[in-house]
């Protein structure tokens, strides 16, 4: 083969890209957002930026990217119920207030000189803090389970915040029919709100932080907070998209090759929640957070290349995880489909 | 309350779409930089109208990449879902178990 088959030119951002790693870039990231409820930005960057994109490029086209890929998500866990509407808009306003507060925050740094050190190290502690949570949690459900205590439908739970924050009666309360509870339309604003301004302040998209915030504060069943966050970074990815290519920042051509890995990615990560146990989704969670975590902290010592390393490594093995969900559910649901027809088949004979 | 309620929701609806601006006027300073699309190189003609539209136009460009981006997420995960249906696999249906 020619060696300029497997490189397409990208014309604004003037580089030639290898474009089967687009498409593996796209098709990992749609596995993994797709299973987790983020956009996945902070795995996509460093890909882009591995395979030559500037980095002024690689964040806009990544955000545009995600934009789409979200939206292949959402469709597909629309239908599977996991995408409460109603608590995906309220909490876009506390989203939107929270990530303006937060870029304010990031200018008035910036006047001072001390942007880079503090958001990464701030980065890091949101990041050590979600993992200690996550980890913690799936302990105490651990221990819950082994001594009998099950509570309600939602079987053993560790952190069980939420009970004490849905106890906030001020008005309007609201009933959430898909994520099945009630509470008062203050604490989702609240909760994206304070989100929202870490986003901001971080220069992220917010999956990270939103959902285990949809999780532990709000009190999502894990598999509506993976789709209801979902949602919300379509709607965020689709307005970054616009705002990057006011900059002159995305290249469009990527865009499309990656979405196109990114479709039948997002099939796999999604259909897998229907395999996957709730605290399963959190506990890879918890690992994708750590791995995200180290790479910043490598970063921040200068370590690039072992920073890119630890994230591409997380992304394969999460996305091994994820794929080998996805076709052992699948197989046994066809099998057990497949003996229900003989056996019934069998009985009208 | 509920009047209330809906005339915050309205205020909110105003301010997100007026308010954003700022948001994003907060990222990184690399809009400074000018670049230019590389025209001489693209050999398609809807390549080159769009190369040229990010030249000239970058806001008609900016619609553009957005509505092409919805769109192609749309048009894909409609493809994918004929595909997933021909598998034989419950798409409308999940248990939800946490632990």
Sequence with gaps: ??????????????????????VLIGFSVGTIGGFFGMGGAWMVTPGLNILGFPMAFA??????????????????????????YKLGFVMLFGTMFGIEIGAQMIMWLERLGKVGPIVRWVYVGFLAMISFMVFYDYYKADQAKKAGRISGDKGAEGITWYKALHKINIPPMVHFKTAGFTCSAWLPIGVSFITGILAGFLGI??????MPALVYLIGC???IAVGTDLFEVMISGLYGAFTYTLKGRIELVAV??????????????TVATKYAKGYGIRIAFGCAVVACMVSIILKQYGIDVMAAVVILGAISALCVYIVSIMFKGAAAELRDKKERERAAAAFQN | MRALFRRILAFCSVISVLVPAAVWAAGEKAAMLVVVADTRRVTSDIGKYFADLYNTNMWLFAV?????????GVFLGFSMDIIMSRT??????RKIIEH
Excluded: C
């Design chain 1, 221 to 223: 069943p894990t598999h």
């Design chain 2, 88 to 93: 034989g696999l419950d798409l409308k249906s």
């Design chain 1, 1 to 22: 083969m020619e060696h300029s088959f497997w490189y397409l030119h990208m014309p604004i951002a003037g580089v030639e890209i290898f474009w089967p790693g687009l």
């Design chain 1, 205 to 210: 998209g917010g999956g990270l932080l939103r």
């Design chain 1, 59 to 84: 964040i806009g086209t990544d955000i545009a990217h995600i934009a789409g890929k979200s939206m292949i998500s959402t469709m597909r866990h629309s239908k599977f119920g996991n995408v409460d």
């Design chain 1, 256 to 269: 499309f090759v990656m979405l196109t890995g990114a479709a039948i990615g997002a099939q796999i990560g």
């Design chain 2, 64 to 72: 553009w990449a957005v509505v092409l981006t919805a769109g192609y």
